[in-house]
Each structure stands twice: as structure tokens, then as C-alpha cells.
């Protein structure tokens, strides 16, 4: 009867063992959203106040690597000729270091990348406006509370210094 119960025990601990060394696979195919909110920005066209909104999309491209889409957008003021609007939108690859840095948990998911936006900043009348096309930098991570439903924050130059709110991976 000991040899049962140690056996069994023996089982559940290598089943243990083998979960909790496991990493978040990312592999082509594998797809996360983000959604969130953003504050803080560099210069004067983003340090203003405000909590902009933004989303991100990242698709599984190869091993470790995702490549997608991100959008934000960003108001603050009140009076007409006072109200200033920021707009953010361009593409975006990640690096995955989850296996790199062997994560002891499928939980978790540290990423870093680059893109290419477009920036657009209005403020007053419709002539008033300044845009351009910049190369913004993120370091991310992810913890996802199930198995499709978790947190994220990012730093980054984009809209917003820094970003948090809820990933969804599909």
C-alpha cells in the first residue's frame, strides 16, 4: 500500500514539476489584443495630461516572434481653442523572450520590439495640426490569468509612456 500512495505521489510531483517549468509557447498562429489605457508621453505634444486609449493586435509570425498592428488616441482640454488630440497608428514586431529566459510558468510572456507609426497632433482649429512618421520602441509584459484572459503593461515611446490593461490571447 506504501509503494501505491509513494508512486502516486511520485506522479503528481513530476506532473507538478513538469507545469510549472513550462513557458507560454509562441509560435506562429498564436494571436493576443490588447486593450488599454495610456499616461505619461515625451515632449510637448504627448506630456500633457489626459489617459489616452489604445489597442494593440499581435500575430504569431515564427518562433518567439510576433508582428502586428497598434492604434491609440489621445484628448485633453476643454475649450475649443484649448483642446488638444493626439493620434497614433502604425505596425509593430515583438521578440518573445519567454523561452530565452526560461520562464518557470505558461503564465507569463515578456516581450520587446520596434514599429513604424504614423503620429498626428491637433490642437485649436483645423489648421492647427503637426504629423509625422517616427520608430517607436515597447518592452512589454503579459500575465494572463487563465488561459485567455490576463493583464498587460508596456513602456514604450509611442502615445503614452507607459500602458496598462487587458490581453486577450486567441
Known amino acids: ?9 511520485l506522479a503528481l510531483g513530476l506532473l507538478a514539476s513538469t507545469q510549472s517549468f513550462a513557458q507560454m509557447a509562441i509560435d506562429k498562429g498564436t494571436k493576443f489584443i490588447n486593450l488599454g489605457i ?15 486609449l489604445n489597442a494593440a493586435a499581435d500575430f504569431g509570425v515564427a518562433h518567439n ?5 497598434v ?9 475649443a481653442s484649448y483642446k488638444y488630440n493626439s493620434f497614433d497608428i502604425g505596425a509593430r514586431a515583438s521578440y518573445h523572450f519567454n523561452e530565452l529566459l526560461n520562464l518557470g510558468t505558461d ?3 515578456l516581450y520587446a520590439g ?10 485649436g482649429g483645423a489648421f492647427d ?19 485567455n484572459i490576463g493583464a498587460f503593461a508596456e513602456l514604450g515611446s509611442s ?10 490571447k486567441f
Open 1 to 9: 500500500m506504501k509503494k501505491i500512495h509513494l508512486s502516486i505521489l
Open 38 to 52: 495610456g499616461v505619461g508621453g515625451y515632449g510637448y505634444y504627448t506630456a500633457g495630461s489626459g489617459i489616452g
Open 65 to 69: 516572434i510576433t508582428a502586428g498592428a
Open 71 to 79: 492604434v491609440g488616441y489621445r484628448s485633453y482640454g476643454s475649450v
Open 107 to 109: 503564465k507569463a510572456d
Open 114 to 123: 520596434l514599429g513604424l507609426s504614423y503620429f498626428s497632433f491637433s490642437y
Open 129 to 147: 495640426s503637426y504629423g509625422t512618421v517616427y520608430v517607436p520602441i515597447h518592452l512589454g509584459g503579459r500575465y494572463f490569468f487563465s488561459d
Open 159 to 168: 502615445l503614452a509612456t507607459l500602458k496598462l490593461g487587458v490581453t486577450f
